[in-house]
């Protein structure tokens, strides 16, 4: 079963507008971190925005912030006031314990996103 | 160098090849992951280490094969690869995945690997 779940494939902005990225999670575990990473055309994968299942509040870091709703499993991320730089691929992720106890992040199928003048 | 590197960033190989990726983290972080990204599908985890233990196997066929000497280093040794093979691979590293609720993964830039 899917646990993250991204639903859109492609999203397109102006520049200077806000825009969210909607990510969906599944898990049974009472303690779960959320991660955004941006992937830009050259491959490399850029870390965004860490949120804590325990965090009362919405993570920020800069332009990005995390809505972040429990009872929905969601955690959506916004970027505020676009720039042509933030047109690339948009990853969730959630980090998972495995049968060794240790963790590692299982990653949803991505966003493109494409800022236009 | 600063972060996480990897060489080469690309690499053509014919099947009967064989050859390896390398990885390197400057970070000072005591795990590190290899994972593949192909066309259309999620990254998929390969392997983990933890403080130059493997901890993960993700069922990776035996063409596939880690080392991970020390824990600023990873290899990905290939041999005998398969078209289907071709992919980016991406190492990542974090300080500690035991009991550390923000263990954040820093990605090196991959290596685009192209198997005829």
């Known amino acids: 079963a899917q646990k993250i779940t991204q639903t859109q494939p492609g999203m397109f902005v102006q520049e200077k507008e806000a825009v969210t990225l909607d990510c969906t999670y599944d898990t049974s575990d009472p303690s779960y971190g959320l991660f955004w990473y941006k992937q830009p055309s050259s491959g490399e994968m850029i870390f ?37 730089g933030d047109s690339a691929m948009y990853f969730c992720a959630m980090r998972e314990f495995m049968n060794s106890g240790y963790s590692t992040l ?6 493109m996103l494409l800022v236009s003048p | 160098e600063t972060g996480v590197t990897q060489t080469p960033r690309h690499l053509v190989m014919g099947m009967t090849n064989k050859k390896s ?19 259309k599908k999620p990254l998929e985890l390969m392997f983990v280490y933890n403080f130059k ?36 691979y991406l190492c990542a590293s974090s300080q500690d995945t ?3 609720e923000a263990d954040t993964q820093y990605f090196g830039p991959g290596t685009r690997l192209t198997v005829l």
Not at chain 1, 62 to 76: C, D
Not at chain 2, 56 to 68: D, L, T
Request: glycine share 6%; with cysteine.
């Open chain 2, 21 to 39: 990726l390398k990885c390197e983290q400057h970070l000072g972080h005591n795990a590190m992951y290899w994972y593949k990204q192909s066309a």
């Open chain 1, 48 to 84: 965004l925005i860490y949120q804590g299942s325990y965090d009362q509040q919405n993570a920020t870091e800069g332009r990005y912030s995390l809505n972040f709703q429990k009872a929905r499993k969601s955690a959506n991320l916004v970027i505020s006031a676009s720039q042509l």
């Open chain 2, 98 to 100: 035991a009991g550390v």
């Open chain 2, 53 to 88: 233990e493997q901890t993960e196997n993700n069922s990776v066929p035996s063409r596939f094969s880690p080392e991970c000497p020390n824990s600023s280093h990873l290899f990905l040794h290939l041999h005998t690869l398969q078209p289907e093979d071709s992919a980016l």
């Open chain 1, 106 to 111: 299982t990653f949803g199928k991505g966003t």
